[in-house]
């Protein structure tokens, strides 16, 4: 289900929006080593709970695109890669679009609303990735008995993840989980039978 087979066209013409997002990232991240731009972009498009509260709502979004390291953009855009490519087969673009970034709007939300220091600052997509692996978790709720191995594979996946997001430092944990518990939620509704059987046709 995870292991991708594709080569690199066939990846970027079966999940066109996967593939854009990581190129985004990707091209972000590279302006980022550029002397002199990294912590202009940073203080630019980071979520930062004083400026959000300032009215700057938009770096909620903006900081989905920043990513603090190689390490950091790596083992992001490679959950990405993985991950996202089904949950656009079987979700469709506009609903992955959907779970992608409502799940890294909230967890941001969740932060600021959580994280009372006006100083407090997180940038990456991990937010959106978790909304993703939270969507498969609501597909798992809805096909547990119909795919009992989905939920072999899936299950395993959202426990570790969210055991690693309290083992790692300098983790946003409530944007971790909130992108988790948003991808979930939005996961219940689109994955409905009813709704599913609808949109499908």
């Known amino acids: 289900m995870f292991i991708r087979r594709e080569s690199f066209q066939q990846y970027i013409k079966m999940y066109p929006v996967v ?27 980071a979520s930062i709970n004083g400026l959000i509260a300032a009215g700057e709502w938009w770096r909620m979004i903006t900081s989905m695109f920043l990513h603090y390291g190689f390490l950091h953009i790596l083992f992001n855009m490679f959950s990405l890669f993985l991950f996202g490519p089904e949950l656009e087969k079987i979700a469709g673009k506009m609903r992955f679009l959907t779970i992608y970034f409502l799940a890294g709007i909230f967890g941001g939300i969740a932060t600021f609303a ?23 978790g609501a597909l798992v709720f809805y096909m547990r008995r119909t795919m009992p191995q989905l939920r072999q594979i899936i299950l395993p996946i959202i426990v570790v993840s969210v055991i690693m997001t309290f083992l790692q430092p300098n983790i946003n944990v409530t944007s971790h989980l ?8 939005l996961g219940l509704f689109y994955f409905k039978p009813k709704n599913m059987l609808r949109w499908r046709q």
């Open 19 to 45: 593939s854009t997002i990581i190129a985004l990232n990707i091209v972000v991240y590279l302006l980022t080593l550029l002397p002199g731009i990294q912590m202009k972009f940073f203080y630019a498009g």
């Open 114 to 136: 959580i994280q009372d220091n006006p100083l407090y600052t997180s940038v990456g997509a991990s937010g959106a990735i978790f909304g993703i692996i939270g969507a498969f």
């Open 178 to 185: 909130g992108g988790l518990v948003t991808g979930f939620i």
